[in-house]
């Protein structure tokens, strides 16, 4: 708990840096995702099946820099792998960060967890580690079906909510 206090305080006490804001120029209608993947066959198996959705990519090299990426730009979509830059799963930083955040700011994100302990599409263990989709490492062939299969649902799910949002003037 302390070394995770000691990483956002780091990230939160950085000098402001442009070079952290990579999506300056995307206009509103540019879709943008986070890749949290050490392994770098899967980070190019799905960081290809997202371009190809037509989203604007950023691979995130560690947790800190991930949480410096965060802090100034809400990407669309975050993949993350539950080993990413830590020892054990339950020490995510980047997964932690992501349960702490407004439930208005956490709606936005579609997240995805990449696993080798839970099967695909597991909807219980996706509610237990506050995560809108399971994908395990077995089914990583067929990262872009299943991301996009939970995305486009995701999507489904939440549109009459997020237009209710808008037409009051809260979105």
Not at 85 to 108: C, F, H, I, K, W
Not at 122 to 140: E, G, L, Q, Y
């Amino acid at each position: 708990m302390e070394e995770e206090k000691k990483v956002l305080t780091q990230v939160d006490s950085a000098d402001y840096d442009a070079a952290d804001k990579p999506f300056d120029f995307v206009f509103a209608e540019g879709e943008t995702a986070l890749v949290c993947e050490s392994d770098p066959l899967f980070r190019e198996k799905i960081s290809a099946a997202l371009k190809a959705e037509g989203y604007l990519i950023t691979e995130a090299g560690s947790i800190k820099d991930t949480l410096k990426r965060m802090r100034f730009h809400t990407y669309d979509v975050i993949v993350v792998n539950e080993n990413f830059d830590s020892s054990t799963p339950g020490d995510n930083d980047v997964l932690r960060y992501l349960e702490n955040l407004a439930m208005a700011t956490r709606r936005q994100i579609f997240v995805a967890l990449i696993t080798d302990r839970f099967r695909t599409m597991d909807n219980m263990a996706a509610f237990n580690r506050s995560v809108n989709m399971i994908i395990s490492t077995k089914n990583m062939d067929d990262v872009a079906t299943i991301l996009k299969r939970g995305i486009s649902e995701n999507a489904a799910f939440y549109h009459v909510f997020k237009e209710t949002l808008k037409k009051e003037g809260r979105a």
